[in-house]
Protein backbone atom coordinates (compact mmCIF):
# COMPACT_ATOMS: atom_id res chain seq x y z
CA UNK A 1 0.00 0.00 0.00
CA UNK A 2 0.92 3.30 -0.74
CA UNK A 3 0.51 6.86 0.20
CA UNK A 4 0.06 10.09 -2.28
CA UNK A 5 2.92 10.88 -0.57
CA UNK A 6 5.12 7.83 -2.04
CA UNK A 7 4.13 9.54 -5.85
CA UNK A 8 5.64 12.67 -4.74
CA UNK A 9 8.67 11.28 -3.61
CA UNK A 10 8.41 9.74 -6.74
CA UNK A 11 9.88 6.02 -5.22
CA UNK A 12 6.21 4.87 -5.63
CA UNK A 13 5.62 4.82 -9.26
CA UNK A 14 8.38 1.68 -9.90
CA UNK A 15 5.87 -0.36 -8.33
CA UNK A 16 4.24 -0.12 -11.88
CA UNK A 17 6.35 -2.12 -13.96
CA UNK A 18 7.00 -6.01 -14.42
CA UNK A 19 5.08 -6.87 -11.09
CA UNK A 20 4.68 -10.34 -10.34
CA UNK A 21 1.09 -11.68 -10.82
CA UNK A 22 1.04 -13.07 -7.24
CA UNK A 23 1.67 -9.28 -5.92
CA UNK A 24 -1.11 -6.88 -5.46
CA UNK A 25 -0.17 -3.01 -5.06
CA UNK A 26 -2.49 -0.62 -3.75
CA UNK A 27 -2.29 3.33 -3.82
CA UNK A 28 -4.77 5.01 -1.61
CA UNK A 29 -5.72 8.42 -2.87
CA UNK A 30 -5.06 11.60 -1.15
CA UNK A 31 -3.14 10.48 1.60
CA UNK A 32 -0.06 11.49 3.33
CA UNK A 33 3.00 8.81 4.44
CA UNK A 34 1.14 8.61 8.19
CA UNK A 35 -2.40 8.31 9.07
CA UNK A 36 -4.39 11.32 9.25
CA UNK A 37 -6.22 12.43 11.96
CA UNK A 38 -8.53 14.99 13.56
CA UNK A 39 -8.31 17.94 15.14
CA UNK A 40 -6.17 19.39 12.08
CA UNK A 41 -2.70 20.52 13.07
CA UNK A 42 -0.23 22.15 11.11
CA UNK A 43 2.36 21.47 13.65
CA UNK A 44 4.18 18.29 13.78
CA UNK A 45 3.91 17.14 17.01
CA UNK A 46 6.81 14.69 16.77
CA UNK A 47 9.30 17.36 14.99
CA UNK A 48 8.14 20.61 15.74
CA UNK A 49 7.79 21.17 11.99
CA UNK A 50 4.72 23.47 10.89
CA UNK A 51 3.66 23.02 7.42
CA UNK A 52 1.88 25.85 5.02
CA UNK A 53 -1.46 24.35 5.47
CA UNK A 54 -3.17 22.00 7.68
CA UNK A 55 -1.94 18.27 7.84
CA UNK A 56 -4.13 15.49 5.91
CA UNK A 57 -6.70 14.31 7.67
CA UNK A 58 -7.42 11.30 5.75
CA UNK A 59 -6.88 8.29 7.92
CA UNK A 60 -5.92 5.03 5.88
CA UNK A 61 -5.90 2.40 8.70
CA UNK A 62 -9.40 0.82 7.81
CA UNK A 63 -8.03 0.17 3.82
CA UNK A 64 -4.93 -1.57 5.69
CA UNK A 65 -7.39 -4.00 7.48
CA UNK A 66 -9.13 -4.57 4.97
CA UNK A 67 -6.23 -4.91 2.70
CA UNK A 68 -4.41 -7.56 5.55
CA UNK A 69 -7.41 -9.51 5.68
CA UNK A 70 -7.42 -9.94 1.94
CA UNK A 71 -3.87 -11.15 2.06
CA UNK A 72 -4.66 -13.48 5.38
CA UNK A 73 -7.60 -15.10 2.97
CA UNK A 74 -5.02 -15.29 0.54
CA UNK A 75 -1.98 -17.21 1.85
CA UNK A 76 -4.46 -19.93 4.22
CA UNK A 77 -7.47 -20.24 1.83
CA UNK A 78 -6.62 -19.60 -1.44
CA UNK A 79 -8.70 -17.13 -1.83
CA UNK A 80 -7.36 -14.82 -4.79
CA UNK A 81 -7.75 -11.10 -3.61
CA UNK A 82 -8.70 -8.05 -5.96
CA UNK A 83 -6.94 -6.91 -8.85
CA UNK A 84 -4.05 -4.14 -7.19
CA UNK A 85 -5.61 -0.41 -7.43
CA UNK A 86 -3.38 2.06 -8.94
CA UNK A 87 -3.36 5.30 -10.40
CA UNK A 88 -2.81 5.01 -14.81
CA UNK A 89 0.37 5.96 -15.88
CA UNK A 90 -1.07 9.36 -17.55
CA UNK A 91 1.27 11.80 -19.56
CA UNK A 92 -0.66 14.48 -20.20
CA UNK A 93 -3.24 16.93 -18.49
CA UNK A 94 -6.22 15.63 -20.64
CA UNK A 95 -5.31 11.93 -19.96
CA UNK A 96 -5.48 13.11 -16.15
CA UNK A 97 -8.87 14.82 -16.15
CA UNK A 98 -10.12 12.58 -18.16
CA UNK A 99 -9.38 9.43 -16.17
CA UNK A 100 -10.48 11.49 -12.50
CA UNK A 101 -13.87 12.27 -14.49
CA UNK A 102 -14.15 8.86 -14.95
CA UNK A 103 -13.62 7.29 -11.18
CA UNK A 104 -15.65 10.38 -10.06
CA UNK A 105 -15.50 11.96 -6.46
CA UNK A 106 -17.19 10.04 -3.37
CA UNK A 107 -18.16 13.16 -1.34
CA UNK A 108 -15.38 14.98 -0.54
CA UNK A 109 -15.62 17.55 2.22
CA UNK A 110 -11.56 19.29 0.55
CA UNK A 111 -9.21 18.74 -0.97
CA UNK A 112 -7.00 15.74 -0.11
CA UNK A 113 -2.87 15.78 -0.84
CA UNK A 114 0.21 13.70 -0.11
CA UNK A 115 2.73 16.40 0.05
CA UNK A 116 2.87 20.17 1.86
CA UNK A 117 4.95 23.27 1.31
CA UNK A 118 7.19 23.98 4.93
CA UNK A 119 5.65 27.05 6.73
CA UNK A 120 7.77 30.54 6.07
CA UNK A 121 8.12 30.86 9.95
CA UNK A 122 10.50 27.93 9.75
CA UNK A 123 12.02 28.84 6.43
CA UNK A 124 12.43 27.50 3.11
CA UNK A 125 8.71 27.88 2.57
CA UNK A 126 9.51 26.96 -1.59
CA UNK A 127 10.63 23.01 -0.08
CA UNK A 128 8.24 20.31 1.17
CA UNK A 129 7.41 19.34 4.90
CA UNK A 130 8.96 15.90 5.28
CA UNK A 131 6.36 12.95 5.03
CA UNK A 132 3.15 15.08 5.32
CA UNK A 133 0.56 16.08 3.62
CA UNK A 134 -2.24 18.63 3.66
CA UNK A 135 -5.97 18.86 3.86
CA UNK A 136 -7.64 22.57 2.79
CA UNK A 137 -11.62 22.42 3.48
CA UNK A 138 -13.90 23.64 1.21
CA UNK A 139 -15.69 27.14 1.94
CA UNK A 140 -18.64 26.67 4.46
CA UNK A 141 -20.36 27.93 1.51
CA UNK A 142 -20.03 24.80 -0.50
CA UNK A 143 -20.48 22.41 1.96
CA UNK A 144 -23.54 24.09 2.80
CA UNK A 145 -25.20 24.03 -0.76
CA UNK A 146 -23.31 20.03 -1.30
CA UNK A 147 -25.25 19.13 2.17
CA UNK A 148 -27.55 20.06 4.10
CA UNK A 149 -26.09 19.45 7.43
CA UNK A 150 -24.28 16.54 8.99
CA UNK A 151 -26.98 13.91 8.46
CA UNK A 152 -27.22 14.75 4.40
CA UNK A 153 -23.96 14.36 4.33
CA UNK A 154 -23.66 10.85 6.06
CA UNK A 155 -26.79 9.75 4.27
CA UNK A 156 -24.52 10.52 0.83
CA UNK A 157 -21.40 9.18 1.98
CA UNK A 158 -22.96 5.54 3.60
CA UNK A 159 -23.49 3.80 0.35
CA UNK A 160 -19.72 4.56 -0.95
CA UNK A 161 -18.84 2.96 2.61
CA UNK A 162 -20.72 0.09 1.69
CA UNK A 163 -19.47 -0.23 -1.78
CA UNK A 164 -16.36 -0.45 -0.33
CA UNK A 165 -17.32 -3.30 1.96
CA UNK A 166 -18.49 -5.23 -1.28
CA UNK A 167 -15.28 -4.55 -3.17
CA UNK A 168 -13.49 -5.66 0.31
CA UNK A 169 -11.22 -1.96 0.75
CA UNK A 170 -13.47 -1.66 4.08
CA UNK A 171 -14.41 -4.49 6.75
CA UNK A 172 -17.98 -4.73 7.66
CA UNK A 173 -16.84 -4.72 11.04
CA UNK A 174 -15.36 -0.77 10.47
CA UNK A 175 -18.58 0.54 9.06
CA UNK A 176 -19.57 2.10 11.88
CA UNK A 177 -16.02 3.71 12.00
CA UNK A 178 -15.43 4.79 9.12
CA UNK A 179 -18.67 6.92 9.48
CA UNK A 180 -18.01 8.02 12.62
CA UNK A 181 -14.67 9.25 11.06
CA UNK A 182 -16.74 11.07 8.61
CA UNK A 183 -18.49 12.63 10.94
CA UNK A 184 -15.79 14.19 12.75
CA UNK A 185 -14.19 15.90 9.29
CA UNK A 186 -17.45 16.96 8.62
CA UNK A 187 -17.19 18.43 11.73
CA UNK A 188 -13.56 19.97 11.07
CA UNK A 189 -14.43 20.93 7.45
CA UNK A 190 -17.69 23.02 8.85
CA UNK A 191 -15.15 24.83 11.53
CA UNK A 192 -13.26 25.92 8.54
CA UNK A 193 -10.02 25.16 9.89
CA UNK A 194 -6.82 25.49 7.74
Not at 51 to 72: C, E, K
Amino acid sequence: MNTSTEYWRGDADLLHADRHPDVRVHHVAGTQHSAGEVPQTDVDPDFGGRAAHGFNTVDYRPVLRALLDQLVAWVEDGTTPPPSVLPPQLTTRAQALTAGAAVGLAEPLGVHAGWNRRHPDIGADHERIVLRGMTVWFPTSLLEDRFDDLDGYLARVEPVVDDLIAQGFVRAADRRLVLDDDAARWGEAALGRQ
